[in-house]
Nanobody
Framework: QVQLVESGGGLVQAGGSLRLSCAPS????????MGWYRQAPGKQRELVAA???????NYAVSVKGRFTISRDSAKNTRYLQMNSLKPEDTAVYYC??????????WGKGTLVTVSS
C-alpha cells in the first residue's frame, strides 16, 4: 500500500522560512504529479504547488515568488521551500501524489503556523 511520508512544518515567525518534504513509500509507484494542498481553519482546501514528472510546476497565485517546489529523483522526494512566510500561510499542508493511472494519494498533513 502506497503511503506518503511527510516531514517539515512547525512554528515560524512571519518572514521566516520552512521546508516541507514528501516521499512515497510502501509500493511501486509511477508518479505523474506530486505537490501540496493546504487547508486553513474554516476554509476550503486549496492547491499550493505541484510538480509533474517532467518537472513542470504550478503555483497558487498567493505563493508565487515565495514558495518553490522541487524534486530529488534519486530520493524520489519532493520539497516545498517556503520563504517570506505570512500569517495567512498558516494551515495544515497535505502532500498529494497522482499516479499514472489517475489515482490520488494523500499524506496525513503537517501543520504550518506563522506567527505575526
Amino acid at each position: 500500500q502506497v503511503q506518503l511520508v511527510e516531514s517539515g512544518g512547525g512554528l515560524v515567525q512571519a518572514g521566516g522560512s520552512l521546508r516541507l518534504s514528501c516521499a512515497p513509500s510502501g509500493g511501486i509507484f509511477s508518479i505523474g504529479v506530486m505537490g501540496w494542498y493546504r487547508q486553513a481553519p474554516g476554509k476550503q482546501r486549496e492547491l499550493v504547488a505541484a510538480i509533474t514528472n517532467y518537472g513542470i510546476t504550478n503555483y497558487a497565485v498567493s505563493v508565487k515568488g515565495r514558495f518553490t517546489i522541487s524534486r530529488d529523483s534519486a530520493k524520489n522526494t519532493r520539497y516545498l521551500q517556503m520563504n517570506s512566510l505570512k500569517p495567512e500561510d498558516t494551515a495544515v499542508y497535505y502532500c498529494f501524489a497522482d499516479d499514472l493511472s489517475g489515482n490520488r494519494y494523500w499524506g496525513k498533513g503537517t501543520l504550518v503556523t506563522v506567527s505575526s
